[in-house]
């Protein structure tokens, strides 16, 4: 049967961007989606040799989209591509099937060695999808986990060598707004496809208006690295929440933004909020001494400090955490934490037309939770995550009733 699924998972709740239905299925034809539907209609389109699984009782979600992550596993993506490959394969695992690869500030001669070095992976890896800037161009005040002594203003004629360097792999750019040669800058990132995003800013909320206008769509982090709200002085999160055209991201860890006020930025920004992980080098490993770029970093409790000052350094959270804080401690609906870490930043990145939704002709990504939010099967282009590492990938428990034929 030349047109026979390879893989179906049937019997589950199917949780896509629009939809949370039960009893559904969706069959994988090779690396696309062939089909999805309820019941028994998946019958009549698996053939002799298809990957049949049960998933009653378990939510089948589309693989989650990681716009902003630094690393994991112990290992920076702004160290080499050995780095870059350990970060990579422990948030596959979580359920993280597409990412960027967020740099952090560095000297210019260093971020273009990381970014050559992180381009050669991207290229390598269809998983990755690009890379982020976090800096240099940012606000000395806002500092946050970034070297002060390295940030600089924006500066056009760097941003072509820093394009130059990512030969097409430069997808997302965080800048402070209120910098001069911010408008040029943009303007030459948004020429190449880049996503220009707010943030490590002081400015103003006329500051970030004008950002919008100069043609920034992303405000990073929400919250953190830029003003509070002031009832005379909205700052940046206001002017993104009102422009219709603009998104947010948000650090659901329980450290950066508590949950009453995700919860409300949802409710005010809806469908434009995307769970990011900030994943540091500390995700998934122990509390202890990190680096992220040249600042010595403390882990304790699973919260990352810098050692010298303490201001938080990213998280230590992957983003299937993100997605199970949002239901159980934001309260958010099932549909609304998927979307915001699926669909959303696919929207993004304009790549919603192949990824964030199980549909047919959409690539075969997805995850499988339990009723707790425990991830516990990954699918990448159609095919467990588990054939796509050269190590074993963490045991799981398998879904009722396991794989039948």
């Not at 273009?112 to 800096?135: K, N, W, Y």
Request: proline share 6%.
């Amino acid at each position: 049967m030349s047109s026979a699924a390879s893989t179906v998972i049937h019997s589950v709740r199917l949780i896509s961007a629009g939809l949370d239905r039960a009893d559904a299925f969706v069959a994988f034809r090779d690396d696309r989606v062939q089909a999805t539907g309820i019941g028994n209609g998946w019958r009549e389109l698996a053939g002799d040799d298809a990957n049949l699984l049960h998933g009653a009782g378990y939510v089948l979600t589309p693989g989650l989209i990681d716009i902003h992550n630094h690393g994991g596993a112990g290992a920076s993506y702004g160290e080499d591509g050995d780095a870059i490959r350990t970060g990579r394969r422990h948030h596959r695992q979580h359920g993280t099937t597409r990412q960027l690869l967020s740099l952090v500030t560095a000297s210019p001669d260093v971020l273009i060695s990381q970014i050559e070095a992180a381009a050669a992976e991207t290229r390598q890896d269809p998983t990755i999808l690009g890379i982020h800037l976090e800096g240099p161009f940012l606000a000395r005040h806002h500092h946050g986990a970034h070297d002060p002594a390295l940030l600089r203003d924006p500066d056009p004629d760097l941003v072509e060598r820093l394009l130059g360097a990512a030969d097409g792999t430069l997808r997302q750019v965080t800048m402070a707004p209120e910098l001069p040669q911010f408008t040029e800058s943009a303007r030459i990132l948004g020429d190449a496809g880049v996503v220009v995003a707010v943030g490590h800013t002081a400015a103003t909320f006329e500051q970030a208006e004008a950002a919008i206008e100069a043609g920034a769509r992303l405000l990073t982090h929400a919250f953190n690295g830029m003003p509070g709200v002031h009832h005379r002085a909205p700052g940046p999160v206001f002017a993104f929440v009102e422009n219709p055209r603009c998104w947010l991201e948000v650090i659901n860890d329980g450290v950066h933004v508590r949950p009453e006020l995700i919860r409300m930025l949802c409710r005010l920004a809806p469908g434009r909020v995307a769970l990011v992980s900030d994943a540091m080098a500390a995700a998934g490993g122990a509390d202890g001494r990190y680096r992220l770029g040249t600042l010595d970093v403390d882990v304790a409790a699973g919260v990352a400090r810098l050692t010298d000052g303490h201001s938080i350094a990213g998280s230590t959270i992957t983003l299937d955490v993100a997605v199970a804080r949002g239901v159980q401690d934001v309260g958010l609906t099932p549909l609304a934490a998927i979307e915001a870490a699926t669909a959303i930043p696919a929207q993004i990145l304009d790549i919603e037309d192949r990824f964030g939704r199980l549909e047919p002709g959409y690539v075969a990504d997805a995850v499988l939770f339990d009723m707790d939010w425990k991830v516990r099967g990954v699918w990448i282009d159609g095919r467990p995550v588990g054939e796509l590492e050269q190590l074993p990938s963490r045991p799981v428990s398998p879904p009722p009733h396991g794989q039948i034929a």
